[in-house]
């Protein structure tokens, strides 16, 4: 078992930036992959950032390269996604998930834990 509890939303200007954290617990959190998806209503949930087990390899959509950046520390268990630059597209609840594997993927099917959103606003 993993629980996950996002935490760092809010409301932002565009431009601007938010830390979002990720708390795990469970003994399996340093053998899984991570990722970070978001949904806006109406829409599925879209793959944000991923990290492999170890945090040696990092994915990102192309929408958010170069902006954001996924980070991990198995010593605390904990993800976390800084997010400059910031877009009113960038609107959505933001979940953190942990993968069945050790190497992420960017769909939701292969993630097995989730946590419960954390809403992020970009105003123009």
Not at 32 to 42: E, I, K, L, N, S
Not at 81 to 106: F, G, Q
């Amino acid at each position: 078992q993993v629980q996950l509890v996002e935490s760092g939303g809010g409301l932002v200007q565009a431009g601007g930036s938010l830390r979002l954290s990720c708390a795990a617990s469970g003994r399996t959190f340093s053998n899984r992959a991570m990722g970070w998806f978001r949904q806006v209503p109406g829409k599925d949930r879209e793959f944000v950032a991923g990290i492999n087990w170890s945090g040696g390899s990092t994915y990102y959509a192309d929408s958010v390269k170069g902006r954001f950046t996924i980070s991990r520390d198995n010593a605390k268990n904990t993800v976390a996604l800084p997010m400059n630059s910031l877009k009113p597209e960038a609107t959505a609840v933001y979940y953190c998930a942990a993968d069945s594997s050790i190497r992420p993927t960017t769909t939701t099917r292969t993630y097995d834990y989730w946590g419960q959103g954390t809403q992020v606003t970009v105003s123009s």
